[in-house]
Nanobody, 122 residues
């Protein structure tokens, strides 16, 4: 089992920034990828960004490319999503997830955090 705990969400004005954190623990050696997803009310969960657990490979959804940056701190086993130039349409619950393969589909991730709310006001 892998446990994931997100933090860092909140309310911010459009154009502002937030940094989300995802602390991982447990049997993390079974996972190769960490992804960030988000889900707005009435919408399906969508891919935001991913990073290889041990390497530097990253990938972003077109909607956040150039504004969001995913990173990791190996010493702390913690992953981050730096979100800049936030827009009202970024409002959602953000989840981190761990899986064995790098892909953009939620169904392929084995472990999920509880989510953290991000609200961007206009």
């Amino acid at each position: 089992q892998v446990q994931l705990v997100e933090s860092g969400g909140g309310l911010v004005q459009a154009g502002g920034s937030l940094r989300l954190s995802c602390a991982a623990s447990g049997r993390t050696f079974n996972s190769n990828t960490v992804g960030w997803f988000r889900q707005a009310p009435g919408k399906e969960r969508e891919f935001v960004a991913l990073i290889a657990w041990s390497g530097g490979t990253t990938y972003y959804a077109d909607s956040v490319k150039g504004r969001f940056t995913i990173s990791r701190d190996n010493a702390k086993n913690t992953f981050y999503l730096q979100m800049n130039s936030l827009k009202p349409e970024d409002t959602a619950v953000y989840f981190c997830a761990a899986g064995r393969a790098a892909n953009i589909y939620p169904r392929n991730y084995d472990y999920w955090g509880q989510g953290t709310q991000v609200t961007v006001s206009s």
